[in-house]
């Protein structure tokens, strides 16, 4: 079927269904089969690869829904970037390489950032000029934030900064990064925290790759030795770290990449579709477990899919997500890692003489596998998702 690869971008007023209908078709048109996980044409794009594709999909008004329009935005609501999120979750394309940025370091300069700040940053995460990474968690101070101990000292209009950040993803290709400090002593806990988006080529600033599970080095330690920020670094008022990281950690667990549930129906599919390609593998489709098992898997995503739309919805009508965010997060995590293991035990049947299509199923589902072990970690482990929703939600009493 011919598609058209440049169709006119909807304008505001025309609605979730006809955006959702334009992003389709944008997207089939437009995705390159050999960045398709799912095609056997597909070889592992390369960061700058990424970087124009998303780029691309930015200049065809698929980045940036919710963002003012003076900012490089789109104007739209959070049902113009849920149906986004759905069509993009349907394709096997390659995850976001700057969701830190997009999704992380840009709300949070538009909620506490100055205007100047609005200008410098935010049209440049949209456009893929610059990365940003995130760092909080530090080799103590991880579940428990307020524990950490990077420590920003006042002098004259900058700050000087000393410390160690560790688990930073996107460190080594960031350009900023969205830091969170300490200004008091340890004992202030989450009083006296400071955030900062601070230049990765400050001088004293020094990045250490480390491997993952994966055999990818996608996150780092960060060093901070004596670096020196000019206070228009600062992002938000001294004192109100705390409620700015607190924010992130929110539009983390409950809005970032939201698109996961389609992904996920994505990645059964294409489970699926490998094994029917193969007589081998198909005989595994026969069998009664397997078929409980992805029947589990099909009722877990539906189920996921209804908490996003219920979060976009509270959202829509004005309400804070808060807590409600570890509840999304805790599910999807849980979710995704129930079903990684099940592609694992069925593409581990794959052997040289299977299908193209189960070799390519093979490498992506071991990949997947590995992964999964670290989402049930990332944005907060699932135990202090299950602490937060017991406590903040069903308001049980915080363990002594
Ligand atoms: C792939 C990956 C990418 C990451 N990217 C980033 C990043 O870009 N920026 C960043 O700042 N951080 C990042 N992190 C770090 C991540 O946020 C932390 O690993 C996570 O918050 C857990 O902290 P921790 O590793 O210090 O473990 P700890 O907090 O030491 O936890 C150890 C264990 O104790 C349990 N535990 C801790 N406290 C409690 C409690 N109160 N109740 C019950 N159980 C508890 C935990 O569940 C866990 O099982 C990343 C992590 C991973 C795996």
């Known amino acids: 079927m011919h598609m058209e690869k440049n169709p006119a971008i909807p304008d505001a007023a025309a609605g979730p269904a006809v955006y959702r209908q334009y992003a389709r078709q944008w997207l089939h048109a437009n995705l390159p089969a050999h960045m398709r996980s799912d095609s056997v044409d ?4 390369t960061l700058d690869e990424c970087r ?3 780029q ?3 200049e065809a008004g698929l980045a940036g829904m919710t963002w003012p329009k003076v900012y490089g935005g789109r104007g739209l609501t959070l049902r113009e970037h849920l149906v986004v999120n759905k069509e993009v979750g349907a394709l096997a394309m390659p995850e976001s390489v700057s969701s830190i940025g997009k999704e992380l370091a840009g709300p949070i300069i538009q909620a506490v950032g100055t205007e100047e700040q609005k200008q410098c940053f935010l049209h440049c995460i949209l456009s893929m000029r610059h990365f940003w990474c995130q760092g909080f968690s530090e080799p103590d101070a991880g579940s428990d934030l307020a524990r950490l101990r990077t420590k920003a000292v006042p002098e ?7 410390g160690q950040k560790i688990w930073t993803s996107g460190a080594a290709k960031a350009h900023y990064c969205l830091l969170l400090t300490r200004t008091g002593t340890v004992a202030d806990k989450h009083r006296g925290l400071l955030m ?3 230049p990765m080529d400050t001088p004293g600033i020094r990045v250490v790759p480390i491997k993952s599970i994966d055999g990818k080095d996608s996150f780092a330690e960060v060093f901070f030795d004596n670096v ?3 206070d228009s670094a600062r992002l938000g008022a001294p004192d109100d770290g705390w409620n700015a990281a607190i924010r992130v950690l929110s ?17 059964l599919r294409q489970l699926v579709a490998a094994c029917k390609s193969d007589p081998e593998l198909s005989k595994l489709l026969d069998d009664g477990y397997t078929q409980r098992r992805i029947g589990d898997v099909v009722g877990e995503i539906d189920a996921l899919k209804g908490l996003v739309e219920r979060t976009v919805d509270q959202m829509t009508a004005g309400d804070k997500i808060g807590a409600r965010g570890s509840l999304t997060k805790l599910y999807w995590s849980e979710c995704h890692q129930a079903f990684a293991g099940l592609a694992l035990s069925l593409v581990s049947h794959v052997n040289v003489r299977s299908s193209a299509l189960a070799q390519r199923a093979r490498k992506h589902f071991t990949h997947a596998y590995l992964f999964a072990r670290a989402e049930t970690i990332y944005a ?13 939600i069903m308001n049980l009493p915080t363990e002594l």
């Open 196 to 198: 900062f988006a601070v």
């Open 380 to 392: 907060g482990t699932s135990e202090v998702q299950m602490d937060i929703i017991a406590q903040r």
């Open 156 to 162: 004259g209009d900058s700050w000087r900064i000393n």
């Open 52 to 54: 124009q594709w998303e």
């Open 56 to 58: 691309s999909m930015y």
């Open 251 to 267: 539009i983390e667990r409950a809005t970032n990449r939201m698109y996961r549930a389609w992904r996920f129906e994505c990645e």
């Open 228 to 230: 020196v920020v000019p």
């Open 42 to 45: 597909y070889r592992t794009p």
